[in-house]
């Protein structure tokens, strides 16, 4: 498809000079278009929203019109009230010229144009303590805001996603395979990480059942807190907004607690090689921690905090547990470039986990303390 004809359907103001790929997402397609006239210049983003991914992309678009209006309401609230002390941001939905959230193309793709967020950056990995307290700072106030939003307005776009009991489900049905038997039998790690995960069964559920305990409320959660998902304003320094709002979800807070720290904890990576480099970073997490706790806890439950440790611990055993299984499938999800790059990957996780459990004392004395 004619790009350029594409963006002719959106209501932008002014004339298009630029459209060319942007950023460095692994699931939907990215265009940054620039507009210009005698005054101004105008920069959106135009996405095709991923429909191997999202089965129904409508049903996203329904998510983020939904999450985008409540946000902004709050938000203009806040600034009117002098609440806070910066101005926090989120990308707004441009209509197309008919007044819908979005464009079907001829083969029944769904686009979208959204606004960009100027004069901020995302990083890669965590760049030291005090981008990881922005960092906690922008989650939190992310979940502060999507905090009194009514989960039963939003379709799950991902059902089962950071279901714990349901990877474990598959796991031990690919297990039960010739093939993942096979695999077991001819290498020692193998049967090293199968059981790590025998011994943590019951912890793995400990989310899951504070929720049918009663103890734990679902509310909402972004579903991808990863660091570059974060953006930075390039002239304060401060957190200002979270970015990839597809996997927003019906759920609880600490998913997304537990999985930003998984990644920005980890300054050694997912990929590598040298376990002794995999070491959970205390002086991060605390940062983070500070930053979080700062925005998010006026609607935090005590209950809420007493399980943010098991979060910490249980989100890198959750996505080991994934790479470990999806290696005794044959690497069927997760992109790979070599055959047991899944299975170091596990190790990875796995390493993680053990050094959070290692720092249990340490940790829960610094969240007992914010």
């Given amino acids: 498809m004619d790009l350029t004809i594409l963006m002719d359907k959106f209501n932008v103001k002014g004339r298009l000079v630029a459209l060319t790929q942007f950023g460095n997402g692994n699931i939907n397609d990215t265009y940054l278009a620039i507009y210009r006239n005698t005054f101004t210049e105008n920069q959106v983003v135009l996405q095709k929203v991923n429909n191997l991914v999202f089965p ?27 609440r806070d002390d910066r101005v926090w941001q989120m990308p707004r939905i441009i209509k197309a010229k008919d007044s819908s959230d979005y464009v079907v193309d001829e083969k029944g793709d769904i686009w ?42 939003l379709k799950d776009p991902l059902p089962g996603f950071h279901v714990t009991s349901g990877y474990l489900a598959e796991y031990d049905a690919t297990l ?58 390039d002239v304060t320094g401060k957190g200002t907004a979270m ?29 590598e090689q040298n376990l002794s480099k995999v070491v959970f970073d205390e002086d991060l997490c605390t940062a983070f921690c500070k930053g979080y706790m700062r925005e998010a806890g006026s609607f935090m439950t005590d209950a809420d905090r007493a ?18 299984r999806d290696y005794l499938a044959g690497n069927v999800y997760f992109k790979t470039s070599r055959p047991e790059q899944n299975l170091n990957r ?25």
């Fill in 56 to 82: 129904h992309p409508e049903e996203i678009m329904e998510n983020m019109h939904a999450v985008t209006r409540h946000c902004h309401e709050k938000l203009e609230a806040d600034a009117v009230a002098g």
């Fill in 243 to 271: 970015i990839d709002l597809d996997t927003v979800s019906p759920g609880l807070v600490h998913v997304d607690f537990g999985d930003a720290l998984r990644s920005i904890c980890n300054p050694a990576g997912e990929e």
């Fill in 112 to 153: 979208r144009v959204i606004t960009r967020i100027m004069s901020a950056h995302a990083f890669d990995v965590a760049q030291g303590p005090e981008h990881a307290l922005e960092c906690g700072a922008a989650l939190g106030h992310f979940h502060y805001l999507i905090s009194d939003l009514d989960p039963s307005v």
């Fill in 176 to 233: 039960a395979t010739p093939e993942a038997k096979a695999l077991l039998g001819a290498s020692m790690e193998a049967k090293r990480l199968a059981k790590f995960i025998d011994e943590r069964r019951s912890f793995a559920l400990c989310l899951e059942g504070a929720v049918a305990r009663g103890e734990l409320s679902r509310r909402m959660f972004h579903g991808d807190p990863k660091v570059n998902n974060i953006m930075i304003d």
């Fill in 346 to 370: 596990a190790r990875v996780q796995f390493r993680l986990c053990e050094s959070i459990e290692a720092r249990e004392r340490s940790i829960r004395n610094l969240l007992g303390k914010l």
């Fill in 307 to 324: 399980y943010l440790y098991d979060s910490i611990r249980l989100l890198p055993f959750e996505l080991g547990l994934r790479f470990f």
